[in-house]
């Protein structure tokens, strides 16, 4: 597609639900990466994939949080178990190369309320 | 350890006047330096980069931002504000060991004022 997709753009959870977020990048880019932005804070890096292989999840702040991309192209998040603490916009990323000069793609987020 | 430090939160400056948006940086390595911008209920938007070379960088809407390596900084300018240039904007900055992830500033809020 022409830019990265992002699906839900807003979801409302009760705490405790599991939830799954969607990234859809742009065709043909190898790199993607998740980042949790919190209100008036910075984005925050999650995890990182190549092609399918996940490199990075150092980011993922418990072992609630799984994100795969299983063929390479889209991705899902998931919260389980979701806390009140969870709640942000929740970014998605790619990029066409593996370099680290390569500049990032952002869609436009998915709205996360954990009542 | 990579970091970003953007100390204002928040900057004003009538349309017409020169802008400037603070960024220092901290990197084991040598930096990739970029620009950001978030308006309302979207995502980033792509400004500029400094990977090597010219110090003085030149982006999209009239933007650019000068690299100082002795002074750790990558502050972003703009020589004639426009009210539409009202947005948050993010530094952000990744070394050149290999890691992948971009680390951001808190970001500051820019707000021209007609």
């Known amino acids: 597609g022409a830019g990265v997709s992002q699906s839900p753009r807003y979801k409302v959870a009760k705490r405790g639900q599991d939830v799954a977020l969607r990234c859809d990048p742009i065709?043909?880019?190898?790199?993607l990466f998740w980042y949790q932005q919190a209100l008036g804070q910075g984005p925050e890096f999650l995890t990182y994939?190549?092609?399918?292989?996940?490199?990075?999840k150092s980011g993922l702040p418990s072992d609630r949080f799984f994100a795969e991309r299983p063929e390479g192209s889209v991705s899902t998040l998931k919260i389980q178990r979701t806390q009140q603490e969870d709640s942000a916009v929740y970014l998605c990323?790619?990029?066409?190369?593996?370099?680290?000069?390569?500049?990032?793609?952002f869609g436009a987020g998915s709205r996360l309320t954990v009542l | 350890a990579q970091s970003v430090a953007q100390p204002e939160d928040q900057v004003n400056v009538a349309e017409g006047n020169p802008l400037t948006v603070k960024c220092t940086y901290s990197?084991?390595?040598?930096?990739?330096l970029f620009w950001y911008v978030q308006y309302p209920n979207r995502g980033l938007q792509f400004l500029l980069k400094?990977?090597?070379?010219?110090?003085l960088v030149k982006g999209s809407y009239g933007f650019e931002a000068e690299f100082n390596k002795s002074q750790t900084s990558f502050h972003l300018k703009k020589p004639s504000a426009l009210v539409s240039d009202s947005a948050l904007y993010f530094c952000?900055?990744?070394?050149?060991?290999?890691?992948?992830?971009?680390?951001f500033g808190t970001g500051t809020r820019l707000t021209v004022i007609p």
């Open positions: 990323a790619s990029s066409a190369l593996r370099s680290g000069a390569n500049v990032l793609t």
């Open positions: 065709s043909g880019h190898v790199s």
């Open positions: 994939f190549q092609n399918e292989a996940q490199l990075d």
């Open positions: 990197v084991s390595g040598n930096p990739y």
């Open positions: 400094y990977i090597t070379g010219d110090n």
């Open positions: 952000a900055v990744r070394d050149d060991t290999g890691a992948n992830n971009l680390f």
